[in-house]
């Protein structure tokens, strides 16, 4: 079975600084998707970044850009200029597929903006 | 273009008494998704709809959770009866295809506490 770890429980970052989150996955897979979700407190859940693994160039959304190693199994997130409003738990998730799949969360890192 | 719905947004109960929460996805999306999310743990899923249809439910506890999509649109997930380690976010999630890739759309959750 495919398993997501986040090894980082916490993290804080000062405001405008730049910030890295980690994820490692297993899976056996050579073809799948990866995600990264933005839980605020108290608010739903959001997508943040989405990295096909067929893809060699790590995928960018403004602020947010991801470091993706396949062979090492390897997929963080940077966040740049961090803001206030990028407080809150993030989830990285796998997915075998571009369909419907469920999808299989890490625990999550709670980040933390220092004003 | 309005989210997923979900309903109640909290709910206290005690132990062996029931409950139900309900979860209206975005219009046209097609396959539904209830996942627990227990404190500190990542989202898990427990069913998954394709339509009106059962696609997944192999971490659903059958002997105390139930779930229905009738029509094929509207979802309610029941516990009965419910027990202390049941207390959780209870997600609720639809999935479209977007740049060729499913992505899923969360609710905004139904925060569970059991006492």
């Known amino acids: 079975a495919q398993t997501v770890t986040q090894s980082q429980p916490e993290m804080s970052v000062q405001e405008a600084e730049t910030v890295t989150l980690s994820c490692t996955y297993d899976?056996?897979?050579?073809?799948?998707?990866l995600f990264w979700y933005k839980q605020p407190p108290s608010r739903q859940m959001i997508l943040v970044i989405r990295q096909e693994a067929y893809k060699q160039q790590n995928a960018t959304e403004n602020r947010f850009s991801v470091n993706f190693q396949k062979a090492a199994k390897s997929f963080s997130l940077k966040i740049s200029d961090s803001q206030l409003g990028d407080a809150a738990m993030y989830f990285c998730?796998?997915?075998?597929?571009?369909?419907?799949?469920?999808?299989?969360f890490g625990k999550g890192t709670r980040l933390s903006v220092i004003a | 273009e309005a989210g997923v719905a979900q309903s109640p947004r909290y709910k206290i109960i005690e132990k062996r008494q029931s409950v139900a929460f309900w979860c209206n996805p975005i219009?046209?999306?097609?396959?539904l998704y209830w996942y627990q999310q227990i404190l500190g743990q990542g989202p898990k899923l427990l069913i998954q709809f394709q339509n009106n249809g059962v696609v997944d439910d192999s971490q659903l506890p059958k002997d105390r959770f139930s779930a229905e999509r009738l029509k094929g649109v509207d979802s309610t997930l029941k516990i009965q009866p419910a027990k202390l380690e049941d207390s959780a976010v209870y997600l609720c999630?639809?999935?479209?295809?977007?740049?060729?890739?499913?992505?899923?759309?969360f609710g905004p959750g139904t925060r569970l506490t059991v006492t």
């Open positions: 999630a639809s999935s479209l295809m977007r740049r060729w890739v499913y992505e899923q759309y």
């Open positions: 899976t056996s897979e050579s073809d799948y998707y």
């Open positions: 219009s046209g999306h097609a396959t």
């Open positions: 998730a796998y997915r075998r597929d571009s369909g419907n799949t469920p999808l299989v």
